[in-house]
């Protein structure tokens, strides 16, 4: 049985991050998607959880967990006995990055292997960073995001604006 | 339980394809290693076949069967019940040529996901068309290639100087 | 008035030129495509030429004429009175490529500009090189091609194959 | 009548903008400078809509006419009537940036295209980032901005260093 | 006599940077590692410099001097007689980067050249930026950086969360 | 005192390739430029070193020599004592396929640093792939060839029209 891991910012989660979700569904026994604490996100730690997990389960995935964690993604990927980590591709920057990354984090953790997957095409051009720059100018991004996100970012820029 | 199948030409198989081999072998439940037919090869099939099932062997891999194909890769993955293609990655070139072969992979194939892992940095400048150029300038390439490939490379080419 | 040459092999023409050809005729005042002449093409030019004059056809673009020329592209772009080069962009390694020809390009004839337009993601991964592959594989490619072009393959591949 | 607007944030102008800004005047019946208001510049909207109208003005180009704007790109173009998005290219890196950008313009306006120019080589390693950076150093820019520019940099950390 | 320099920010020092240092001293006469003044670094200019020095003299390497500098490095270039200036590329990305500032920099001093050595692959993951992010994490990261080194890390980050 | 070797197969030499030439000559005490055996070239290995000769002596460079060989560079840098192997960047595309060959030749010879240098802007689009294609098709490349280059093309072409 393999469990995979999919760390991630998700602020906020958007259709192509759960496109990614999908896929690894389908073909490791089990997926964790790991949100990342950090200090310096649009949304809280509870809030990007909470939105994986109702993306989650309105796509009825039953083999996907939702956490979060702080540190280390191979100390999370460890304590979850996780041996994947899956990692999207948008397009080909987000390689080289992603390259890197996943270099340091064999080097820390040989036995864990990184498995990079394809973003459908429709989804190429969808970041989260993008989806917080529309919000900012006021642009609907329901059509990206799953339900709820949108309305999420418009009360959170709301609010900003006040 | 998840099959993968890692389609390639392996001509021929390198360490760095064994690198491949080895670290799906860790992850999914069943490894197909297919040598894809051409006409354009140095090794005919039957060689680089036997080259890959001699590599695997002597690696102790349990989990790999090696063949061969002609015709689409997504054809063949689908005989052999596999839902995932294993692709290796050497360096940021590779993924613009593999991006746009799993793409087409994937409209010919929805239900196939292309799976991308990383080589171990040691392998990163290793490939079979260096081997093959080092090779037909007599230079040595054991250190590359898994036993016995470095003496077929050899007979090949002395054959050639001929 | 602005005329655009929009230049290429096309061998043979994909639904991705095709919409950069549709591209092109919205913004210039006039579109010249222009199938240039090679040795080592799959289908000789009249056969390029024809495919592409029946796709532009069957697509009702009025402002596109279809030619061919044999020599620089800058010589036949001024035979016609093009000021725009137009190129299609399907992804980043594409681009390289692109930029030293249109420097060479603006080298040669200072007073051409060359516009690059990006073809719609869902043909992000169609190429013409692609599409004889998958034909001489016996793959039908008529989802990728326009009207005839997916039976001219097949029709030139049968020959092959006796 | 093809309108194209060249949007960016010119903070501030250099003749690599302004290379672009000719080229598409030679190009398109009308241009449109659009500069896009943004919190984190180091001159106002105001002295960068100056700034590149003083230099299109010393260019004397005839169908180029300068604002600015806030919110989506898409809807300034829509304002102005523009069915075409100019950008300027430098380099290779630039581009996967500009891809990503210009599909989702696609996407918000299906009707507005995106065409790249290419700019001089000789502006080829002229960003206003660097610009700004060598300024900040105290080195004399005037031979990659249009007159005026260097000397407003030069005021502007001048007074930052007091 | 060929005097190259080695200009960074070194924040802090990596083994990478060191093997950079080293390739630099064995085919130039003598090498001036500089340290870049900056006012947004985790350690001071004094601490960076004397990361380097101690990471030197560790080394071994006799014809290296370690200085820092304020300003446009071709002037400090200038000062040191240095007529090379060294740049490490750790991978793909990094280039592009590099590239325009080599750009610029020849064009404010064209007697000076910039050469491109490669770090070993070993190296290849290893930026400062990556050091401070594990460190601030909690992680040993020994490994990748020289003696000290490390320890400074622990240090400034125990003192950051008190 | 550092001997650098540049080698290639200047298939003809460029101004782009002597840009190279002199850049490396000004930072190298000596330098060799090496013109690789190669079955599949345009011009003889004579005719290629006879062109790098001229050029270099039309140059007045007096610390360069040119000489050719087959087999491994490494071992012809051996030859020579060169501790420096030089390689010409033309543009980002350049780089992956140098990278992969550089960290080849450092496994065999790991005493052997390759420094890569950059041409200047204007030959950044020079290729000798480029110049032969031009010449084939009956242009003049006397810009961007050493005298008598541009001949020597001119009556390869006319030879093979015939």
Redesign the interface.
Known sequence: M?IAMYPGRFDPVTNGHMDIVG?AA????SVVVSVVHSGSTLFSTEERVRFVKDAVAGAGLKNVQVTSH???TVDAAHQHGA??LVRG?R???D???E??????N???APEI??????T???Y????AS?MRE?AS???DVS?FVPPGVNEALRAKFATRAD
Chains 1, 2, 3, 4, 5, 6 share one sequence.
């Open positions: 393999t896929r389908s073909i490791y026994d702080a540190g280390l041996t994947v591709l397009a080909i920057t390689f080289t990055v390259f890197d990354m996943a270099l340091m064999r080097n820390m292997e990184s498995a990079f997957l394809m459908a095409v429709e190429l051009y969808i970041s993008r529309l100018l006021g642009r059509d």
